[in-house]
């Protein structure tokens, strides 16, 4: 596709139940990302992967969360027993190069909420 | 938290004017980044300015850098109303992977027709 897909756009789970998002990186695209954006914040930074591999995941909050990128392409993000404070809309982007000063496309977003 | 700070957190201009959104940082950067969101989903990317440069242009949008005050700024001139958005600055910071910028909380812009 031209862009970065996300889906499911909105993802309503029970607290406690298992989750994934899933992204679609701009094909050809290395170098991909997520991050969190509460209500009335900035997003935050979840994950960076460059390849198959995750270059820094040192915005995981804590081991319930877990992304993949086995391919190099296509990236999930996992969520284990949910909370209520895990609501947010989780963003992915994606970009040419693993460089500096290189411009990230973003994604529409998935907006999760947990009742 | 290293989370950059956008002022004012809120402006409502006239078409046809022009707005300015400022942003400071704390920490050593490579480059800053502006990003505009509608709605609360998608980012689009603005513009990048690099540490060592001091304005940029694009269009209507002019950056400023002042790396000793650590701060930036956006004007967007001559306002439309489909500039209606929320605008984000980002740090890439000195000593963070290049992926993991940090946002600040943003500038709700309202232009009204």
């Known amino acids: 596709g031209a862009g970065v897909s996300q889906t499911p756009s909105n993802k309503v789970t029970e607290k406690g139940k298992y989750v994934e998002l899933r992204c679609d990186p701009i094909s050809g695209h290395t170098a991909l990302y997520w991050y969190r954006q509460s209500l009335g914040q900035g997003p935050e930074f979840l994950i960076y992967f460059q390849g198959t591999g995750a270059a820094d995941d040192s915005g995981l909050p804590n081991d319930r969360f877990f992304a993949v990128r086995p391919e190099g392409s296509v990236s999930t993000l996992k969520i284990q027993r949910t909370e209520r404070g895990d609501s947010a809309v989780y963003l992915c982007a994606s970009s040419f190069t693993g460089g500096r000063n290189t411009e990230a496309f973003f994604g529409q977003g998935t907006r999760l909420t947990v009742v | 938290s290293q989370q950059g700070e956008e002022d004012p957190q809120a402006l409502s201009i006239q078409e046809g004017e022009n707005a300015t959104m400022n942003c400071s940082y704390k920490t050593s950067i490579n480059n800053l980044q502006w990003y505009r969101q509608n709605s609360g989903r998608g980012l689009v990317h603005l513009i990048l300015?690099?540490?060592?440069?001091r304005e940029k242009h694009s269009g209507r949008l002019r950056v400023t850098l002042d790396t000793s005050k650590k701060s930036s700024s956006l004007l967007i001139t001559a306002s439309r109303a489909a500039d209606t958005a929320s605008y984000f600055c980002a740090t890439d910071f000195t000593g963070g992977s290049q992926g993991n910028l940090i946002f600040g909380k943003g500038t709700k812009l309202s232009v009204k027709p």
């Open positions: 300015i690099r540490s060592n440069e």
